[in-house]
């Protein structure tokens, strides 16, 4: 039985997020280890927002004011695309950066998976989005 089309891209917005949290986890390797929070509804479908997921870890290279080694965090925002979905809007990259830059993010990265593809990454420098490997962003 085929799946509706609202289901189907459920399915590939999970798998894209699910694809996303194993290339994080997997593309370090050295430092400290990367924890994904997923933002994700009750149904573990989409929830409202910009961002899918955010990457974070602790920061064991730099010192604070008045801090020691490992006070401070990195912070990657993650937008995710399955499937067939568009790409982010001119519009959406800038809410992503207003976003970033609240929060202090060190980068904003955009992960687009299509079925039997491998997982792309991009990055949002100014208003493009440029490709970027996994090791460049989390390694």
Not at 27 to 34: F, H, I, L, Y
Not at 96 to 122: E, G, P, Q, T
């Amino acid at each position: 039985m085929a799946k509706s089309p609202g289901k189907r891209a459920q399915h590939t917005a999970k798998w894209a997020r699910t694809m996303t949290k194993w290339l994080v986890t997997y593309s370090r390797r050295t430092g400290a280890r990367w924890t994904i929070v997923d933002f994700g509804g009750r149904t573990k479908a989409e929830s409202r927002g910009i961002v899918d997921l955010m990457a974070i870890r602790k920061d064991h290279r730099k010192e604070g004011e008045g801090l020691k080694r490992g006070g401070l965090f990195e912070i990657v925002l993650i937008q995710t695309k399955g499937g067939s979905a568009p790409l982010p809007t001119a519009e959406d990259g800038v809410r992503l950066l207003r976003v970033a830059k609240h929060h202090r993010a060190r980068r904003v990265v955009l992960a687009a998976w299509r079925l039997r593809r491998s997982l792309d990454l991009f990055e949002l420098d100014g208003q493009q989005w440029k490709p970027v490997t996994a090791s460049e962003v989390f390694g």
